[in-house]
């Protein structure tokens, strides 16, 4: 078969091999192929190839390490593309020796495995050993500085854990001071509130917060915050319930320092009616937990002699030992419908919150019917303590929880809560806390090891409102990613975590958006030592 073309590209002659002449005429058109269109593209992919070829051969005399050419990316890509894999350049004895067990004793009693990447370099040159003795080097000085980083790492945790579970002598001190003072000042003993403003309690017109602490310094942070940030203190009713232990103290100082126009009520537990009648289930399960977690856990010694598991999992042990979780405060926000049979909607507090705006527009929120108004805790820019579903905290290889629960479900939090105790009472939100709680005990803790938060992730299931995430801002108390600027520009700032602001381990570029509610001239304060800083 033989091809002509004419000189003006506008013919195309096609001579078949048996001599049959066939004429394949092309005109050039508006919507026709332009033959001399073709040609032209032709010639131009024909120097583009030579062009790719010189580059690539460029690239091949540069070296492998390079790769700022479009000949190079081609090397690169092209084998991908053609599912080829590209050969590594590292010996293969290198990954055999990396890829043996390691046994825990490898190192142990060596002295003279290099401690830092200067020495390790330092020695492979003057000895200059072959792949597989640098490699074995290698992978004895990574075991070592694992070793002594897992150590490192359990000490911290185990320091982190003494330190946020023990009373600072100077709280213990600011407790005394308030309950001698109760008891020889009769100012100390006022009634909380008075009585021509008791008929507010039970007023649903006003603005209701609710407060469970046994820490004064706290409370009072948080009563400070919220009265000085509100529009009309006024209409704030904040209802302070603690144990019979810290009634004293925390009357005392409420009735020394009255905070404006708010309405406070300071009231203990033992006082509400309806638990001291009968059996209450918050108690019981309280007894039985303590009970279960203490033959369990083996206490904090046990917990950091295990060999085996990862620093975090012991971190997170350590933390299930924290007395806050077997706290009667923590637990009682699930009788709430009980505590407060006459009022229609709250806002619960945590103790280690600062309010840093006006909390009346949460009455604004409509509910849609829910029961729980919180914000969610799986998206957000800060990925370390927004990334939280209800797999960080339920126990998803046991298969009750597996066939009940999606993992990826995204978890809320408490610390600032909206409850609509309307809604609440039409559901059987308690009954279902209590079931699991109870199953929970009878697997051995094999359902969730940490606080209230996963029974209560089950209780409110389905019962959610998602609010925005201005009004509650996490992870001010055990990470230090967060900047000052944007804890300024939040509602509420929570400090969860272990570094609570009146501790010393507590974040020093944090703590001033705390300590600023505290008047450090005031005589008990002056005289427990307590300082800004």
């Known amino acids: 078969m033989q091809l002509h073309i004419s000189p003006s590209l506008r013919h195309v002659t096609v001579l078949p091999g048996k001599g049959v002449r066939e004429f394949i005429k092309v005109k050039v058109g508006s919507r026709r192929v332009s033959y001399r269109m073709l040609f032209y593209s032709l010639l131009f992919f024909t120097f583009l190839l030579r062009f790719v070829f010189v580059l690539s051969t460029v690239d091949s005399i540069d070296g492998e ?4 050419t479009i000949g190079c990316l081609g090397k690169r890509i092209g084998p991908r593309i053609l599912g080829r894999r590209i050969e590594s350049n590292v010996p293969e004895v290198i990954y055999q020796v ?8 490898e190192v142990q009693g060596k002295t003279d495995v290099p401690q830092t990447l200067e020495e390790f370099m330092a020695e492979m040159k003057e000895s200059r050993s072959d792949a597989k ?18 150590t490192a790492k359990i000490q911290e945790y185990l320091y982190r854990h003494v330190a946020s579970s023990s009373i600072p002598k100077q709280l213990h001190c600011l407790a005394l001071k ?9 100012a100390a003993r006022l009634q909380l509130p008075s009585a021509e403003l008791v008929p507010a309690l039970v007023d649903n017109s006003y603005f209701h917060f609710v407060l469970a602490s046994d820490n004064v310094l706290a409370a009072s942070v948080v009563a400070t915050s919220l009265v000085k940030n509100a529009l009309r203190p006024e209409k704030f009713v904040l209802h302070i319930i603690t144990d019979r232990k810290t009634h004293s103290p925390m009357q005392a100082w409420f009735s020394l320092h009255p905070l404006s126009t708010a309405i406070i009520e300071v009231k203990a537990l033992h006082q509400f009616d309806w638990l001291s009648k009968g059996k209450v289930p918050v108690l019981e399960a309280m007894e039985k937990d303590q009970r279960v977690r203490s033959q369990f856990r083996g206490g904090s010694s046990a917990i950091v002699a295990n060999n085996t598991e990862k620093p975090q999992v012991i971190a997170a042990k350590l933390q299930a030992l924290s007395p806050k979780y077997n706290s009667l405060m923590n637990h009682i926000r699930i009788h709430l419908p009980e505590l407060f049979p006459s009022l229609n909607k709250v806002v619960f507090l945590d103790d280690d919150i600062v309010i840093q705006t006006d909390l009346s527009p949460l009455w604004d929120i409509d509910m849609n019917g829910k029961v729980n108004g919180a914000v969610e805790t799986c998206r957000g820019e800060d990925k370390f303590v927004m990334s939280k579903r209800f797999k960080s905290y339920l126990n998803f290889s046991h298969p009750m929880i597996a066939k009940n629960f999606d993992p990826n479900e995204c978890a809320w939090a ?7 105790l309307e809604a609440w009472r039409k559901t059987n939100i308690s009954l279902t806390y209590y079931h699991w709680l109870e199953q929970n005990l009878k697997t051995d803790l094999s359902l969730w090891q940490l606080g209230t938060l996963p029974p209560g992730l089950i209780a409110f299931h389905g019962h959610v409102h998602v609010i925005d995430p201005f009004w509650h801002m996490l992870g001010l108390g055990y990470q230090d990613n967060t900047t000052l600027l944007d804890a300024e520009t939040a509602g509420v700032i929570h400090f969860n975590g272990r570094a ?18 505290i008047d450090f001239s005031d005589k008990f304060i002056k005289g427990c030592h307590i300082r800004a800083s």
């Open 65 to 68: 390490t390079k790769c700022s």
């Open 178 to 186: 308030l309950a001698n003072e109760h008891s020889t000042n009769a």
């Open 98 to 105: 990396l890829n043996e067990p390691v046994s825990k004793d």
């Open 500 to 517: 609570k602001p009146w501790l010393d381990i507590a974040f020093p570029q944090l703590r001033p958006l705390w300590a600023k509610y």
């Open 414 to 420: 408490y610390g600032m809560n909206i409850f609509d």
């Open 133 to 150: 003795a640098f490699a074995l080097r290698l992978r004895e000085m990574v075991v070592l500085l694992e070793q002594r980083t897992r």
